[in-house]
């Protein structure tokens, strides 16, 4: 036997059959449990109540002219689906998710092309004098760009092979955070299983072997136009980016300009606009690294064997560095933009909650967050409740999931008389003053969240329809609220005024508000006692929240995996860059250890260079970071959810990515500043080092 309930009732079942489902559908859930359609309906108390009907149609008849039929004959309250609509439905709700998903991943795609570029580099520096005396031989450009280009392609196809089931193992790991994110935002099924369709395969193939060549062309490019003579001088390799540094941040500027004014002028009326210019923000970048690391460090004049000189040198070797300066500014933008995103997100939820929660207890059922408005709690308990010593006020609420001409929405019925704190207090507005809005709630009028009325372009004034037991009824528009407990939208109206459309129905939620002496924790302790029998849930306004924050932090838990992911792409950017360097400059280092200096002098001057492209890609990731900011509170928020966000900067998340993104640069130029300092003088100018 096994206990289940629905709202405050609760039954225990016994097992009559295990009966695998998996033999006939192989993906069906695991989670189902099936009895007699009349016995559930008396345990449960919904007699006489229906969800849902499925049809098998007779042989010759088509889907859609028999779903066109009943959609006629049954009305618009009732909907008529096929499978494949159903199937839609859960995509478009999946939609926005996805994207977001998928904009973050590209981030780490993007960064990840800059460590491709910067290790097949490393290589080309390494190899310079073979690639010379391959020209002297008489290959032709053509054959030494297609050797590298085809190297980069191999080593993609490897990274493939071993990132895809790297990836799978990931995905594995975090289903859990994925599937609750899912179940918090959309109440859909948790997931159960991973699939891996063909088509990912092949995504990961395009994706992982296009990105080294794209990584791979520049140096392609520049290795096979130069001669032998130029490929045996090191410094030769830098000359081309120095000169054109003015020319790439004019360049990233016209970019910058064109996006703004394609937006303002045709890109805003598109849903995904805002991404469009988020990435065009994101090219812009590396084009205007070259000049920031020429124009910093190119003022800088070494007053000895120190950092200064680090960052002198950093100026004279702009092909490499302003890559990983430009690499870590994407990602620095990434986490500074979702940070500040996610930052401000808190702060107005936390606000709203302010406003919107006033009572002292909540009592809701074990059920509600499944089975939502058939959770209902028993006309005694209420009672109870209300006669509970303490208890100075009862507010109920009900809520339906009703239909307009376009979409699905909750629908609150407010008890506006009984109300332990006046709802003019409460209603956080977006458009309409609390005096009128409630004087029209009252008399027969409805109030709409600013993701309805952002949806369906609907404002004060306007009417919206509905379908109740009866067909379709509009209903004027008083005010529009914020709200942030659905992206589908919600609405409200007094409770009478749902009764009258929808018929009589019991009280979902309540909420307690106690007399000014009684401690909300202490009761609650007292009620969870005294019902431990009952599916209740009892939660103070302080637990409530803490809930509510916390749902809010596990749906973005994701995102800080994205984030780790390409800031330790980044990270590793700035190793390579430093093996590149020292591999450059092995002449150099050989002269100033001949010269006198110390292991740990060379280990300080790798270590200072590191630190300064950390440093240098902070201070443009932040620039970039803020402008995306601004494009995910301002336009794609706006765009896809509807929700106002009000900008605020939550200066101790920025403070320790900071200290994370320094750290890890320092970490990252350890290994090359040993490396570099155990070498003597004469191993360290040797070619083969």
């Known amino acids: 036997t096994f206990r289940v309930s629905s709202g405050s009732r609760s039954v225990r079942l016994t097992v009559g059959a295990l009966v695998d489902f998996g033999q006939v559908t192989p993906l069906a859930t695991r989670k189902i449990a099936l009895m007699d359609i009349a016995q559930a309906q008396a345990l449960l108390g919904q007699s006489g109540r229906i969800h849902q009907i499925d049809l098998k149609i007779v042989r010759g008849a088509t889907v859609e002219t028999v779903a066109e039929r009943l959609g006629k004959r049954l009305g618009p309250a009732t909907r008529v689906v096929t499978p494949e609509q159903r199937e839609q439905d859960a995509a478009g709700l999946l939609a926005a998710f996805r994207l977001n998903l998928t904009a973050l991943s590209l981030v780490s795609v993007f960064v990840g092309v800059f460590l491709i570029f910067?290790?097949?580099?490393?290589?080309?520096?390494?190899?310079?004098?073979?690639?010379?005396?391959?020209?002297?031989?008489?290959?032709?450009?053509?054959?030494?760009?297609?050797?590298?280009?085809?190297?980069?392609?191999?080593?993609?196809?490897?990274?493939?092979?071993?990132?895809?089931?790297?990836?799978?193992?990931?995905?594995?790991?975090?289903?859990?955070?994925?599937?609750a994110?899912?179940?918090?935002?959309?109440?859909?099924?948790?997931?159960?299983?991973?699939?891996?369709?063909?088509?990912?395969?092949?995504?990961?193939?395009?994706?992982?072997?296009?990105?080294?060549?794209?990584?791979?062309?520049?140096?392609?490019?520049?290795?096979?136009?130069?001669?032998?003579?130029?490929?045996?001088?090191?410094?030769?390799?830098?000359?081309?980016?120095?000169?054109?540094?003015?020319?790439?941040?004019?360049?990233?500027?016209?970019?910058?300009?064109?996006?703004?004014?394609?937006?303002?002028?045709?890109?805003?009326?598109?849903?995904?606009?805002?991404?469009?210019?988020?990435?065009?923000?994101?090219?812009?970048?590396?084009?205007?690294?070259?000049?920031?690391?020429?124009?910093?460090?190119?003022?800088?004049?070494?007053?000895?064997?120190?950092?200064?000189?680090?960052?002198?040198?950093?100026?004279?070797?702009?092909?490499?560095?302003?890559?990983?300066?430009?690499?870590?500014?994407?990602?620095v933008t990434m986490l500074v933009g979702t940070t500040l995103l996610i930052g401000s997100f808190r702060e107005t939820l936390i606000d709203w909650l302010d406003v919107t929660m006033r009572a002292d207890i909540y009592v809701s059922t074990e059920s509600w967050v499944r089975a939502d408005s058939e959770a209902f709690l028993s006309r005694q308990i209420i009672d109870e409740l209300g006669a509970w010593t303490g208890v100075r006020a009862v507010e109920g609420q009900r809520r339906l999931r009703v239909r307009t001409?376009?979409?699905?929405?909750?629908?609150?019925?407010?008890?506006?008389?009984?109300?332990?704190?006046?709802?003019?207090?409460?209603?956080?507005?977006?458009?309409g003053d609390s005096?009128?809005?409630?004087?029209?709630?009252?008399?027969?009028?409805?109030?709409?969240?600013?993701?309805?009325?952002?949806?369906?372009?609907?404002?004060?004034?306007?009417?919206?329809?509905?379908?109740?037991?009866?067909?379709?009824?509009?209903?004027?528009?008083?005010?529009?609220?914020?709200?942030?407990?659905?992206?589908?939208?919600?609405?409200?109206?007094?409770?009478?005024?749902?009764?009258?459309?929808?018929?009589?129905?019991?009280?979902?939620?309540?909420?307690?508000?106690?007399?000014?002496?009684?401690?909300?924790?202490?009761?609650?302790d007292q009620l969870k006692t005294h019902y431990s029998g009952t599916p209740l849930v009892f939660r103070s306004n302080r637990k409530l929240r803490s809930d509510v924050l916390a749902i809010f932090d596990q749906t973005f838990a994701v995102t800080y995996i994205l984030q780790a992911m390409a800031l330790l792409i980044a990270v590793i950017g700035i190793s390579l860059t430093l093996l590149i360097l020292a591999r450059e400059r092995a002449a150099e280092l050989a002269l100033y250890r001949a010269l006198g200096a110390a292991r740990r002098q060379v280990f300080g001057l790798l270590l200072g260079e590191g630190l300064s492209l950390a440093v240098l890609g902070l201070v443009l990731g932040l620039l970039g970071g803020s402008g995306l900011a601004a494009l995910l509170i301002l336009v794609i928020n706006r765009a896809y959810f509807g929700w106002t966000i009000q900008p605020s900067v939550p200066g101790e998340a920025l403070l320790r990515q900071v200290a994370v993104i320094l750290a890890g640069a320092v970490l990252a130029s350890l290994y090359p500043a040993w490396r570099s300092s155990l070498a003597s003088a004469q191993e360290l100018s040797r070619e083969d080092a």
């Open 435 to 524: 005096v009128t809005t409630m004087r029209g709630l009252r008399s027969g009028g409805i109030v709409i969240s600013e993701p309805l009325a952002h949806k369906e372009s609907l404002t004060v004034g306007d009417t919206l329809t509905l379908y109740g037991r009866d067909g379709p009824f509009g209903l004027p528009i008083v005010g529009v609220v914020y709200d942030y407990t659905s992206e589908g939208g919600t609405a409200f109206v007094d409770l009478p005024l749902m009764v009258r459309y929808f018929g009589p129905g019991p009280t979902n939620n309540i909420a307690l508000f106690l007399e000014p002496a009684y401690d909300p924790a202490v009761l609650v």
């Open 405 to 431: 001409t376009q979409r699905e929405l909750y629908l609150n019925g407010l008890n506006l008389a009984d109300a332990g704190v006046p709802w003019e207090t409460r209603l956080p507005l977006l458009a």
């Open 118 to 179: 910067s290790a097949i580099q490393a290589s080309l520096v390494r190899r310079r004098s073979e690639f010379g005396l391959l020209r002297s031989l008489g290959a032709s450009r053509p054959q030494v760009r297609a050797l590298i280009l085809v190297e980069a392609a191999l080593l993609g196809a490897l990274g493939v092979a071993i990132g895809v089931p790297v990836g799978r193992w990931a995905a594995a790991a975090n289903v859990d955070v994925v599937s």
């Open 181 to 331: 994110t899912l179940t918090n935002l959309y109440l859909l099924a948790e997931i159960e299983r991973l699939t891996f369709p063909p088509l990912l395969w092949l995504l990961a193939v395009v994706v992982g072997v296009g990105g080294a060549l794209l990584g791979a062309l520049l140096p392609a490019l520049d290795i096979s136009r130069r001669g032998s003579r130029d490929l045996l001088t090191t410094f030769t390799l830098h000359e081309r980016t120095w000169r054109y540094a003015p020319h790439l941040a004019a360049t990233a500027a016209a970019v910058a300009i064109s996006g703004l004014l394609w937006f303002a002028i045709w890109g805003h009326t598109l849903k995904i606009g805002g991404f469009v210019l988020g990435f065009l923000l994101l090219v812009t970048l590396p084009l205007a690294s070259p000049l920031l690391v020429k124009t910093f460090c190119g003022w800088v004049r070494p007053r000895g064997f120190g950092l200064s000189l680090g960052m002198r040198n950093l100026a004279t070797r702009l092909q490499t560095t302003s890559f990983a300066v430009g690499g870590l500014a994407v990602t």
